[in-house]
């Protein structure tokens, strides 16, 4: 059983950089063809995606956050991580590190969620 959970500050002063780490349990981050997701809700709204790291180590980000967002990954540590630069309380949302087989297709495991608000 694949298990991921989502690690950080829950609260980020705007301007700032948020930073989230996911952990992943029950399998790595390298296996073939498993892309490592990031996605995050805000109040109110649906899902957006974020970005994706996969199992080889290509980055793909949406184009509306491509400037301010980066993932890297620890696989010593089968963690993946999210930053986004320059928040604003607009990027107040629950983040969630999910997985899917491939780019493509449904998600298959998913963290919690973790609330980040950005506030002075």
């Known amino acids: 059983q694949v298990q991921l959970q989502e690690s950080g500050p829950g609260l980020v002063k705007p301007s700032q950089t948020l930073s989230l780490t996911c952990t992943v349990s029950g399998g790595s981050i390298t296996t073939n063809y498993y892309a490592w997701n990031w996605i995050r809700q805000p109040p109110g709204k649906g899902l957006e995606w974020m970005g994706v790291i996969t199992y080889d180590g290509r980055t793909y980000y949406s184009p509306s956050l491509n400037t301010r967002t980066s993932i890297s990954r620890d696989t010593s540590k089968n963690q993946f991580s999210l930053q986004l630069s320059s928040v604003t309380p607009e990027d107040t949302a629950v983040y969630y590190c999910?997985?899917?087989?491939?780019?493509?297709?449904?998600?298959?495991?998913w963290g919690q969620g973790t609330q980040v608000t950005v506030s002075s």
């Open positions: 999910a997985r899917r087989p491939f780019l493509l297709g449904p998600y298959d495991y």
